[in-house]
C-alpha cells in the first residue's frame, strides 16, 4: 500500500471512528447524568472494564497482533482454500477457549472479585452488585472477541468501514439502556449490565454480512494441529502481554482505585473516555492501517517500503499527539464541565476527574507512537522485544504508583493528617484523601514513555527503520504550532476562568471557540512554516 493510500485509510478510519467516540461522549454524558459518580457506578465500570479488557487485547493488541500478519502472508502467498481454511481453525480455537474462560468466570466471580477489586470487598453492598453484573457483562468477552476476529480479516482485506462503525453498536446499547434504567427501573445501574451483552451479540452480527460478501464467513473447525493455528498461537501468547501494557496497566490501577475514595474509579473512567479520543481516532487507526501494510511489506521482503510506512506512522504520531497533549492539558477543567458536570455529576466530581485528565494526557504521544511500534515488531513476528518492553514498563507502573502514595502520605501535610487520623494504616489513609486517584493516572503516563521509549530503542538497534529527510524542520514547524495553540488556549482561559456557573449551551460554545481557535492556530503555524498536506502522504 502507498503512502497516499496508507493515508486515506487511516483518514477513513479516523472519520468512522469519530462517528463512534461522538456516540461514546454522548453515553458518557448520559452516565454522569443518570447516575453520577458513586459505588454503584464504580462497581458497573470495574465489572465492564473486566471483559472491555478483553476486547482490547483481541480488538487492538495481542490476537490482532498475532493473527493478521499471519493471514497476510497467506493471503499473499497460498491460495483462497488455505486462507479459507486458516479462517475457520482459527475461529474454531478462539471460540473453544473463549467458551473456557467464559465459563471459569461465571463460576468463580465471587473469587475473579476479590483479585480484581479488593477495595470493594470491605463494602458488602457495592461487591455483591460488582458480582452480579460481572457475570452479566462477561459473556460480552466471547462476542466482542470473534467481532474482533472478523474485523481483523476485513481489516486485511482493506475494508475498514465495518470495523470502525462496529463500536457504535455499543454506545446506542447502552444510551437506550441507561435511558431505559433511569426512567423507568428506578435509576438501578444494573440494566447497564445487560445493555453491554446486547451490544456484544449486536456487534459480531453486524461483521456477518461483510464477511459473507467476501467468502470468507468463518465456519469453526477446532484443529490444533494446523499449521497457521500453531503460528497465531505461539505468537499471541507473549504478545497477550507485549501489546497491552497499557491495559494492563488500567487493570492494576482498578484494583488500586477500589482502595481510594468512593468515586475515584468513576472519575479515572471519564478521564480515560476523554483520552480515547486522540487514542481512537488516530492512535488505533494509524495502527489497524498500519499493521497489514507492515506485514505485506515484511512477506513481499521489502525493507525500504517497510521503513518509510514506519515513518510516515511516526510523523503522524509527532503531528497529531503534541497538539493533543496540550489541548487536553490546558482544556481538562472546560471539557469535563461542559461534557459531564450535569444532574448527579457535580463540580467537584468535575475537578476530580480533571486532574486525572491533566496527569494522563501527559503520554498520549507514548499511546500514539506504541500504537506504530508495537505493529513494526509484530508484523515481523518479533514478539520478544515488545514483552521485554512491556514487563519493564508494568514494573515501572507499579514502582510509580507506590512512589507517588509514599510522597502524598508522608511528603504533604494532607496525607500525614490522613495517615494520623488512620491510625498509621497506609491503605486506610488512602481512601480518605480526595485526588489520589491522579497519582494513578499519574504513572500510567510514566508507564507509557517507559514502554515506546523501550520500543524506539529496540527498533532502532534492529536496523529496520531509516529515518527519512526532513524531520527537523518538522519537529521546528510542531513545535512553533503548539507554542501559538498554548498562548491562544490560555488567553481564552484566563478569559474564561469559572466554567461551572454556565448554562450547557454557554459552556458549549465558549469550548468550541477554544478548541477551535487552538487548533485553527496550530494549523495556521504549520502552514506558514510550509508544511503541506501532501507530505503526510508518505
Known sequence: MSGSRLLRSASLFSS?????????LVRDQVYAIVFGASPAMDAFIAAFRIPNFMRRLSAEGSFSMAFVPVLAEYKEKYGADAVRALVDRVTGALLAALLVLVAAVLLFAPWVGRLLVPGFVEEPETYALFVEMLRITFPYA?????????????????????????PVLLNLALIAAAVVGGHWLGGSVKVLAWGVLVAGILQLAFHLPALAQLGLLPRPRLDLAHAGVRRVMTLMVPTLFGSSVVQFNLLINTQLASLLVGGSMTWLYYSDRLLEFPLGMFGVAIGTVILPHLSSRHASADPDGFSRGLDWGFRLCVLIGVPATLGLVLCARPLVATLFQYGEFGAEDARMSALSLVAQSLAVPAFLLVKVLAPAFYSRQDTRSPVRAAVFAVLVNVASTLLFFALLLYATDTGRRALAAAGGSAVAALGTVRGAHALLALAVAVAGWTNALQLAWMLRRAGVYRRQPGWGRLLLQVGAGALALAVVVLGLGWLWPDWSAWAWWERAWRLAVMVGAGAAAYGALLLALGLRPRELRG
Open 142 to 166: 466471547l462476542f466482542i472477541s470473534l467481532a474482533s476476529l472478523a474485523g481483523g480479516i476485513l481489516n486485511t482485506w482493506q475494508r475498514f468501514g465495518v470495523p470502525a462503525l462496529s
Open 16 to 24: 468512522l471512528t469519530f462517528v463512534s467516540r461522538v456516540s461514546g
